[in-house]
């Protein structure tokens, strides 16, 4: 079984801190993903990573900077947290197009609440 | 760019009763489609995907979907509803060659 986790369910942090949301995998995927989701928006894409060291830029990347430097974990930061990031946080990992037809697996989600 | 919609945030059932919860897309390319299943407090989980074999494609719990080029959909559909389908479903559409566009999500209640 494809496993995705990520370090919190629940986060709660001030405005201005800085926040680190950590997310593993365990099946050598090549893809990557954060997102977040709200309620009416869906999924909206962050960044994602192809490959370590790689990064893009996905939808709504502002306010926010990823890090990879192993395969299995992907790094999803805010500099300097907002009330309006107050959001729920997935993580997913996939192979590369076209195996398996980019099947998306997912980690629980994180709940952030930015005070 | 590729999209997808999906028609009525909210659908509510009786227990039996039929499911249907609607996606469209746009799509310049022959589309990988998905739908995904969020429980409460979970993240999401697969319930099928078409990959331009069969278009009525099987998926897990019961569920399937029918892909229809003519009409640019790909609706869910359940013969017979649970209670522990209750649940908020995501249609999603590949983009370019890595990544998924999201719908807005359908959050399905079933009525006792």
């Known amino acids: 079984d494809v496993k995705v986790t990520q370090s919190s369910r629940y986060l709660v942090k001030r405005t201005g801190e800085k926040v680190f949301l950590e997310c593993v995998q365990d099946?050598?995927?090549?893809?990557m993903f954060w997102y977040r989701q709200d309620p009416g928006l869906g999924l909206r894409l962050i960044y994602f990573?192809?490959?370590?060291?790689?990064?893009e830029k996905g939808d709504i990347p502002e306010g926010y900077s990823v890090s990879r430097e192993k395969k299995e974990r992907f790094s999803l930061i805010l500099e300097s947290a907002s009330t309006n990031q107050t959001s729920m946080y997935l993580c997913?990992?996939?192979?590369?197009?076209?195996?398996?037809?980019?099947?998306?697996?997912f980690g629980p989600g994180t709940r952030l609440t930015v005070l | 760019a590729q999209s997808v919609t999906q028609l009525g945030s909210h659908v509510s059932v009786s227990e039996g009763a039929l499911v249907l919860l609607r996606c469209n897309y746009s799509?310049?390319?022959?589309?990988?489609l998905f739908w995904y299943v969020q429980y409460p407090n979970q993240g999401l989980q697969l319930l099928l995907k078409?990959?331009?074999?069969?278009?009525l494609v099987k998926g897990i719990n019961g569920f399937e979907a029918e892909f229809k080029k003519s009409e640019t959909s790909f609706h869910l559909t359940k013969p017979s509803a649970h209670m522990s389908d209750a649940a908020e479903y995501f249609c999603?559409?590949?983009?370019?060659?890595?990544?998924?566009?999201f719908g807005q999500g359908t959050r399905l209640t079933i009525n006792p």
């Open positions: 997913a990992s996939s192979l590369p197009f076209p195996r398996f037809g980019n099947e998306q697996f």
């Open positions: 099946m050598d995927h090549e893809n």
């Open positions: 990573s192809y490959d370590v060291k790689m990064k």
């Open positions: 799509s310049s390319v022959p589309p990988y």
């Open positions: 078409y990959t331009s074999a069969a278009t």
């Open positions: 999603a559409v590949i983009q370019g060659a890595q990544k998924l566009v």
